[in-house]
């Protein structure tokens, strides 16, 4: 299946806006560690998907709540700013208790190999999350 729009065709991109759907979302991530950080990751900060991939385990494993990570966007070169709140702390915990990942490894690394999972990947676990709760757009 092709995640792309045809050449020079911009695709609008909405954000989930009700917190029923979030919660929903999260729900069926229950089981899903990675998944369930990655999402709660992506919601909660204003980072692009390639810049949260690119995140390795020893960048966030001592981190807190309220601690701040610097990162340069890929795209831009800019630097933002990735923010700990509680729900990111907490699938951040859930995720380093359930993996045997090493410091140097991706945080959101795919099954072949250290590499991180591409976009297009994420772009269809998304995908199957929002249609999983019947969410179009």
């Known amino acids: 299946m092709n995640n792309r729009p045809g050449k020079g065709i911009k695709k609008a991109v909405e954000p989930i806006r009700k917190i029923k759907d979030i919660r929903a979302i999260k729900k ?21 998907a390639g810049d949260l991939l690119k995140l390795k385990i020893y960048q966030v494993k001592t981190l807190q709540i309220g601690d701040l ?29 359930n993996t045997e990942k090493e410091d140097d490894e991706y945080l959101f690394s795919g099954r072949k190999g250290n590499d991180p999972i591409t976009i297009p990947s994420l772009n269809r676990l998304i995908k199957q999350w929002t249609s999983t709760i019947n969410l179009k757009g």
């Open 28 to 48: 069926i991530l229950a089981d899903k560690p990675r998944d369930l950080l990655l999402f709660t990751l992506g919601i909660n900060n204003g980072l692009r």
């Open 69 to 97: 990570i610097a990162i340069t966007e890929n795209k831009t070169g800019k630097k933002n700013i990735l923010v700990i709140n509680k729900p990111s702390f907490d699938a951040l915990q859930n995720f380093l208790n």
